[in-house]
């Protein structure tokens, strides 16, 4: 170590011994004073750059501060120090003697006032002197001052240390223990690389602390400071009594200040306090995890799985998410409060202060008193509105906001993409107002109104006297009244109502504006006045009362009961009149058998055709259209597909293409339907085969759409309705009726390559307002009945036993209701699949399904299935002794209410409810149902949100393994209820699980 002493490694705070001279160049130990010298006066830091190249150079100066005078002769920076020699004189009468001499460095402790001088030999173009007297040294404590111009200092921990003042290094002493900086005001900036463990660390601009174990460092009077810390750290950060902000990134945050900026960075625990004036604003930014931002009583808080932000007494705060599940809780004051903004990006202005989430996967706005008001607005995209009584959610695929507790939230639909809004009702008496412009319930003391929505949907389903007014628009605007809903459309609207005690609909505003009603299973009362129509259903409790309507139309049975008339008022009863009896068509040389030509013989306006007793085989289906009742004889009548025929594509067929090579036309004969599919095509397209040549069928038509390849095992099958009405979506199947049937599907055991083929043995496409009742269906090679894209159709009191696929299936169907059947065997010998759902809805809309009984299925027993089913009543139905779950959701289902059902002997009660989607299952209810004896579990949360678990009685699940599933078991679930429920666990089970739960959920057990 002798030969770099003063080396930029060593860095230490020493004297240079005079008996190192020799290594140097030679200077005088003594000399006289210099005729030139150049005086720097006082000095604390100073640099100097001789002017020419020059034998030697002399400078006097006065050491401003005791401690450490480091002279440094070098090139461009102190780092850069010169092999030359650099020495120190102190002046003695009229001479100077020889104080330190060294190459390069000189470290010499002095004492304020004390002058010396400093002479360099040799002095070459470029070198650059600096003279630094900042640092003092005494005992365990270093305190290290600014000057008046603007120093930069930077501390690194590890070991002793070290510090480096405006560029000039200092190894500290070990054993030292206080470390002070005092800046001198004039733009000074402080870096500190602390790294200790478990440090504490205050940050102020009047003072920063840092706290570690046996050593404390304090900063003051600078301008900027950074501090770069261990995880271990907590840091703190206070205010000025101007306005400041406060910048918060995970493990990170950065202070601006009028005179002050300071950022640490590495601690997991940083808090930051608005307490000495100003308005001061802070900001969060998330990570890429799922993080949780809170804010309640002047307490906002960031946390993640590495980090915790916390700010307290700001006044402005913001919270902003990037990427990640993250999820903000904002809670309001006592007092009133205002929430505004869009959707992703609200902010909440409670009690003086403005509080905002911007990005958030979900955000929770929670009032905690007063009369809050919410007034946000819609995305660019299509959202949604859920309205619970205090419970108000908005969202899309991207952002979810929860309203909870405001007495008043509007919502307004300004952004584009089409909207829905879907209000709930209250256990009392409750008020709907639907306007073409704005719709709004009213529940107890909250208040929620839509605006500019492009349909609004409103449910009366919790108790009390509902009432609902429905206004029109200045356009064409048609009143739908059936026993179930109300609604009312025009241009750029729809408001609907379903179960309400009340509905006042008015219409006059312009247009012409119409009413249809259709009448119940009961008997209905319709009074009609010159000014206004009442209408009470028998099947539902609902009064209806419409006024200034133009045209009305009322579709009745024979028993109901009209009162009065008007010019205004149209009767229809019973439908058409025509009746058919098709055994006068009958021809055993036709693919019908004749039966086609007899509902073909109808006149336009439809009839009714009734089949003969007997049992019947079918190689076409028996096509309705709209007006038309099939039905059966009242001794019996029974359709039955022809024996199964099927033969592969020996080469690729395609739209455009009528004739089909095969492997085999054995079987097939002119006049047969048949079905074209492939694994990559099943839709099952419908052709009916007119010729028939060697290895050749020829079709009717050509091919519709699509390619059918040999390697995607494209087949020619029989596999068709035996009965079907299909439309279109501009001209669809309207009153078509099916009844008093048996439908024999002729299954095939062995033949399971086409289970999931969509046609069912009764195929009802595009069709509304068409029904579907006391048919049996038996042995289907796939569906048992299918409703398809279609709205208002009905199946009531039908059977299905043993079909291949499905029991009763309804595929993006709206207002349909299903009630009163029975459903046995579906998934008929494919056990080991797992499929064969007893009923199931996938997609659609407010699907009414009640009294019904599921049982023995391969799959579950009833099943809103995925693709955005939304809304629903199941409702007093048996699920039982199925494969699969007694009822199973599965994903994007919102809204779908479980209820009253009876539930046991199946895999589970209730199952799939989060399995997945875009959005997820949401805000759907599962109350009030009786679930038992089941083999796992009796509810099962698979994840998703916003779900409602309420009033079950579970019992005696887990009867495969007493004991080893929960009663109701919990997947990754937010923002769940679960409340109120009745439950018996087995011998050691659970009642409920939670151990996979996540945030804000409500569990009661």
């Known amino acids: 170590m002798k030969?770099?002493?003063?080396?930029?490694?060593?860095?230490?705070?020493?004297?240079?011994?005079?008996?190192?001279?020799?290594?140097?160049?030679?200077?005088?130990?003594?000399?006289?004073?210099?005729?030139?010298?150049?005086?720097?006066?006082?000095?604390?830091?100073?640099?100097?750059?001789?002017?020419?190249?020059?034998?030697?150079?002399?400078?006097?100066?006065?050491?401003?501060?005791?401690?450490?005078?480091?002279?440094?002769?070098?090139?461009?920076?102190?780092?850069?120090?010169?092999?030359?020699?650099?020495?120190?004189?102190?002046?003695?009468?009229?001479?100077?003697l020889l104080t330190a001499q060294g190459t390069g460095r000189i470290d010499l402790p002095v004492v304020a006032g004390q002058t010396v001088f400093v002479y360099l030999p040799d002095v070459q173009t470029g070198e650059t002197l600096w003279l630094a007297a900042l640092v003092q040294m005494s005992g365990t404590t270093v305190t290290i001052r600014g000057t008046a111009g603007a120093d930069t200092l930077v501390y690194r921990g590890g070991g002793n240390g070290s510090i480096t003042v405006n560029q000039i290094d200092y190894t500290l002493p070990g054993g030292w223990t206080t470390l002070t900086i005092v800046g001198g005001n004039g733009g000074d900036s402080v870096f500190l690389e602390t790294m200790a463990a478990n440090e504490n660390i205050s940050i102020s601009p009047a003072l920063t602390r840092v706290l570690s174990a046996g050593r404390i460092i304090t900063v003051t009077q600078v301008a900027e400071l950074a501090v770069r810390a261990s995880s271990s750290a907590v840091a703190e950060i206070i205010d000025s009594p101007g306005n400041d902000q406060v910048t918060f990134t995970p493990n990170a945050a950065t202070f601006d200040s009028p005179q002050f900026r300071a950022s640490v960075t590495g601690p997991s625990i940083i808090h930051a306090y608005a307490r000495n004036g100003g308005v001061d604003s802070v900001t969060f930014y998330d990570s890429p995890g799922a993080d949780q931002a809170t804010y309640q009583g002047d307490i906002a808080i960031l946390r993640g799985d590495t980090f915790y932000n916390r700010a307290k007494f700001f006044s402005r705060v913001t919270f902003v998410a990037t990427t990640g599940e993250d999820t903000a809780l904002l809670n309001g004051s006592s007092g009133t409060d205002t929430l505004g903004g869009q959707l992703g990006?609200?902010?909440?202005?409670?009690?003086?202060?403005?509080?905002?989430?911007?990005?958030?996967?979900?955000?929770?706005?929670?009032?905690?008193?007063?009369?809050?008001?919410?007034?946000?607005?819609?995305?660019?995209?299509?959202?949604?509105?859920?309205?619970?009584?205090?419970?108000?959610?908005?969202?899309?695929?991207?952002?979810?906001?929860?309203?909870?507790?405001?007495?008043?939230?509007?919502?307004?639909?300004?952004?584009?993409?089409?909207?829905?809004?879907?209000?709930?009702?209250?256990?009392?008496?409750?008020?709907?107002?639907?306007?073409?412009?704005?719709?709004?319930?009213?529940?107890?003391?909250?208040?929620?109104?839509?605006?500019?929505?492009?349909?609004?949907?409103?449910?009366?389903?919790?108790?009390?006297?509902?009432?609902?007014?429905?206004?029109?628009?200045?356009?064409?605007?048609?009143?739908?009244?059936?026993?179930?809903?109300?609604?009312?459309?025009?241009?750029?609207?729809?408001?609907?109502?379903?179960?309400f005690s009340v509905v006042r609909a008015t219409g006059g505003s312009g247009g012409n504006d119409r009413l249809e009603m259709y009448s119940s299973s009961g008997q209905d009362q319709l009074t009609i006045t010159p000014t206004l129509s009442d209408i009470l259903f028998a099947e539902t409790p609902t009064f209806v009362r419409a006024t200034r309507f133009l045209q009305e139309t009322y579709y009745l049975d024979k028993d109901d009961l009209v009162l009065g008339s008007a010019p205004r008022a149209t009767i229809k009863r019973d439908g058409p009149t025509t009746v058919i009896n098709a055994a006068d068509y009958y021809d055993p040389t036709s693919p019908t058998l004749g039966f086609q030509r007899a509902i073909d013989a109808l006149p336009k306006e439809g009839g009714t055709v009734i089949l003969p007793a007997g049992t019947f085989t079918l190689r076409q289906s028996l096509v309705l259209r709209s007006n038309v009742t099939l039905r059966g004889s009242d001794a019996g009548t029974t359709l039955v597909r022809k024996t199964q025929t099927f033969a592969l594509l020996a080469a690729t067929a395609q739209a455009g293409d009528q004739r089909l090579s095969v492997t085999s036309t054995s079987g097939f004969q002119v006049g047969d339907e048949i079905a074209l599919v492939s694994r990559a095509e099943p839709d099952g397209q419908l052709y009916t085969i007119i010729a028939i040549e060697p290895g050749i069928l020829v079709l009717d038509r050509p091919i519709q759409y699509g390619v059918f390849r040999p390697e995607d095992s494209a087949e020619v099958t029989n596999l068709i309705p035996l009965v079907r009405a299909e439309g279109s979506?501009?001209?669809?199947?309207?009153?078509?009726?099916?009844?008093?049937?048996?439908?024999?599907?002729?299954?095939?055991?062995?033949?399971?390559?086409?289970?999931?083929?969509?046609?069912?043995m009764v195929d009802l496409t595009y069709a509304v307002?068409?029904?579907?009742?006391?048919?049996?269906?038996?042995?289907?090679?796939?569906?048992?009945?299918?409703?398809?894209?279609?709205?208002?159709?009905?199946?009531?009191?039908?059977?299905?036993?043993?079909?291949?696929?499905?029991?009763?299936?309804?595929?993006?169907?709206?207002?349909?209701?299903?009630?009163?059947?029975?459903?046995?065997?579906?998934?008929?010998?494919?056990?080991?699949?797992?499929?064969?759902?007893?009923?199931?809805?996938?997609?659609?809309?407010?699907?009414?399904?009640?009294?019904?009984?599921?049982?023995?299925?391969?799959?579950?027993?009833?099943?809103?299935?995925?693709?955005?089913?939304?809304?629903?009543?199941?409702?007093?139905?048996?699920?039982?002794y199925n494969q699969g779950n007694g009822f199973h959701y599965c994903f994007n289902n919102f809204g779908v209410w479980a209820v009253n059902n009876e539930l046991y002997g199946n895999d589970r009660g209730v199952g799939g409810l989060g399995l997945g989607g875009e959005y997820a299952d949401r805000f759907n209810v599962v109350q009030g149902n009786l679930i038992?004896?089941?083999?796992?579990?009796?509810?099962?949360?698979?994840?998703?949100?916003?779900?409602?678990?309420?009033?079950?009685?579970?019992?005696?699940?887990?009867?495969?393994?007493?004991?080893?599933?929960?009663?109701i078991l919990l997947g990754e679930v937010w923002s769940t209820v679960i409340v109120d429920n009745r439950i018996t666990p087995a011998a050691g089970g659970l009642s409920i699980d939670t151990t996979y739960a996540r945030l804000f959920n409500i569990i009661i057990a």
């Open 3 to 96: 030969n770099n002493r003063f080396s930029k490694r060593a860095r230490r705070l020493v004297f240079e011994p005079l008996e190192h001279r020799d290594l140097l160049s030679v200077v005088p130990a003594t000399t006289s004073l210099p005729a030139a010298v150049t005086d720097l006066g006082s000095v604390d830091f100073c640099q100097v750059t001789p002017a020419a190249q020059t034998p030697g150079m002399w400078y006097r100066l006065t050491a401003k501060n005791t401690g450490t005078l480091t002279v440094i002769r070098g090139l461009q920076t102190p780092s850069q120090q010169s092999a030359a020699t650099v020495a120190i004189y102190a002046q003695a009468a009229q001479s100077l």
């Open 932 to 967: 038992y004896n089941n083999q796992r579990g009796g509810i099962q949360v698979n994840g998703g949100r916003d779900n409602y678990i309420l009033g079950n009685t579970l019992r005696n699940n887990s009867q495969k393994s007493p004991g080893k599933f929960a009663e």
């Open 345 to 499: 990006d609200v902010t909440l202005q409670t009690k003086g202060v403005s509080v905002r989430a911007k990005g958030f996967w979900t955000t929770i706005v929670r009032s905690c008193g007063g009369v809050d008001v919410a007034e946000v607005n819609d995305s660019s995209s299509d959202d949604f509105v859920f309205s619970f009584p205090g419970d108000v959610a908005v969202f899309n695929l991207n952002h979810t906001l929860r309203i909870q507790g405001f007495a008043y939230t509007h919502v307004y639909a300004r952004n584009g993409g089409f909207d829905t809004a879907y209000f709930y009702d209250s256990p009392g008496d409750d008020t709907f107002v639907g306007r073409p412009d704005f719709s709004s319930m009213t529940t107890g003391p909250y208040f929620t109104r839509v605006k500019f929505f492009d349909g609004v949907y409103a449910y009366s389903r919790n108790g009390g006297s509902d009432v609902a007014w429905l206004y029109d628009s200045r356009g064409d605007d048609l009143l739908t009244v059936r026993p179930y809903y109300i609604r009312l459309e025009g241009p750029g609207y729809s408001n609907r109502v379903e179960t």
């Open 769 to 880: 307002n068409s029904v579907v009742r006391n048919v049996t269906v038996t042995r289907s090679p796939t569906t048992g009945i299918l409703l398809k894209y279609g709205r208002d159709n009905l199946v009531e009191n039908s059977t299905v036993i043993e079909a291949r696929n499905i029991g009763i299936a309804l595929g993006w169907e709206t207002d349909a209701i299903v009630r009163g059947n029975l459903v046995r065997g579906a998934g008929y010998g494919m056990a080991s699949t797992g499929w064969g759902e007893g009923i199931m809805a996938n997609g659609g809309r407010d699907i009414r399904v009640e009294n019904n009984i599921t049982e023995y299925n391969v799959g579950h027993g009833l099943h809103p299935a995925g693709d955005l089913t939304i809304g629903g009543l199941w409702i007093n139905n048996i699920s039982r």
């Open 729 to 760: 979506p501009a001209q669809p199947v309207s009153n078509a009726v099916i009844e008093n049937l048996t439908v024999n599907g002729n299954l095939n055991t062995k033949y399971t390559r086409w289970r999931a083929i969509p046609r069912g």
